[in-house]
């Protein structure tokens, strides 16, 4: 093959301005004027983006984010916390409790508001003395007045601190009920707000009065505390309260002629006391003179009296359960003769049918479940009696 070298293109032609023919010659520069300010330089433009409009990200201030969570947890627990507050302090102004029973408090002299706000808690008369003590402050409730006063569990804080505050010692009705012995009595005083070391105190008291006549030294005041309704200030001992029932019991037993009738059937008024004491918790008032006669009558027989409350009352002494074998020298099942002592209080009804009592023969007599008293004269009719009257009742002897 025949191989021929490439053949060289013609160079262009020059134009008389030295440029090929064919390339543009650039337009000269145009002619600046002296007095026009020379252009500056042309500077590219750029066109901008969307990302380069955006700022670079701040770093996040996590601490600012929990203090707004803790700022936000500290004011509802504050909310929280003073709403039960606030509940807690109104209930404490309410009343302890619906009870009625009596409490005695004694004020001292110089006792501050807080001493008496204390005090009142202790006797568990209101329910919180801090609460009281920010009433009185809100309040500004002045200085108290020293005393002895009673006050119920159902009165109000602020009813009690007016009570106080005017110095307010109330007068009040203290009943004592027949048929109850020392033991119950002292539980009735304890209600009506005397503290338990002053009852004691005035259970232990030897009293001076013509009443006690007879009275062996040892014998406890049982069947002597007068059962009536009495008036009492509550800054009044109960030693007062118990002379004042003493002096009445033998104002009641002179005005009757009582010693007379009870001389005459050969007792003494403390012998007398003790029967009546007996008659009373046996039966009611309107069959008390006819039982009277029945134990006169077994005396004169040399017979047990057979009452079944003085071994009852002897179990009580022992601490033990009442049975009719009990081995006491107040059971006068087994026992003959008056027991050592009273056994209740009574009405003074008891006393004048011991003083007075029916006339009959009766020897027995049975308290039946129709509420009745059967009386029979011989052991054959008792008998008779119990099966016919006294199925319940006598079961429980």
């Keep these: 093959m025949d191989i021929q070298p490439p053949r060289q293109l013609p160079k262009p032609k020059r134009s008389p301005g030295g440029r090929p023919n064919g390339v543009p010659m650039r337009p000269p520069a145009p002619q600046m004027s002296s007095q026009q300010p020379a252009p500056q ?98 309040h ?36 004592i009920l027949p048929g109850k012995t020392i ?39 049982e069947g002597y505390i007068y059962p009536e309704t009495y008036y009492v200030t509550s800054d009044e001992p109960l030693e007062a309260v118990l002379s004042q029932g003493f002096n009445f019991f033998y104002e009641r037993i002179q005005k009757a002629g009582i010693m007379a009738k009870i001389e005459a059937r050969g007792l003494s008024l403390y012998q007398a006391i003790t029967l009546a004491s007996m008659v009373e918790k046996e039966v009611p008032k309107e069959d008390q003179r006819q039982v009277a006669q029945i134990f006169y009558t077994r005396l004169g027989l040399g017979m047990s009296l057979g009452s079944d409350v003085t071994y ?33 209080n009574f009405n003074f009804a008891a006393l004048e049918a011991v003083a007075d009592p029916a006339e009959g023969d009766f020897v027995y007599f049975v308290s039946g479940d129709d509420g009745k008293t059967h009386f029979s004269h011989t052991l054959q009719e008792q008998e008779a009696n119990i099966l016919q009257f006294c199925q319940k009742l006598c079961s429980q002897n």
């Excluded at 042309?42 to 955006?54: G, I, K």
């Excluded at 009690?160 to 009705?173: A, H, M, N, S, Y």
């Design 41 to 138: 330089a042309m500077q590219p433009t750029l066109t901008p983006t969307v990302a380069s409009l955006q700022l670079p990200p701040k770093p996040k201030k996590k601490w600012l984010k929990w203090v707004g969570v803790i700022t936000s947890v500290f004011v509802v627990i504050l909310a929280v916390g003073g709403f039960l507050a606030y509940n807690w302090y109104i209930d404490a102004l309410k009343p302890l409790s619906d009870s009625q029973e009596r409490i005695k408090v004694l004020v001292p002299a110089g006792a501050t508001n807080s001493d008496i706000t204390h005090i009142l808690e202790e006797k568990k008369l209101i329910k919180s003395g801090l609460a009281l003590d920010v009433y009185i402050r809100l």
């Design 140 to 175: 500004a409730i002045g200085d108290m007045k020293a005393g002895n006063y009673l006050f119920t569990p159902s009165q109000s804080p602020a009813e009690i601190l007016e009570w106080l505050r005017q110095g307010k010692v109330d007068t009040f009705k203290l009943t």
């Design 183 to 221: 033991f119950d009595l002292k539980e009735t005083f304890k209600k009506y707000g005397y503290p338990a070391d002053e009852i004691e105190a005035a259970f232990a008291k030897r009293y001076d009065n013509p009443l006690f006549l007879g009275k062996p030294e040892s014998s406890s005041l």
């Design 312 to 344: 009852k009352y002897g179990a009580l002494l022992l601490g033990v359960e009442p049975t009719p074998q009990l081995d006491s020298p107040y059971n006068t099942r087994v026992k003959v003769g008056l027991p050592p002592g009273p056994v209740a």
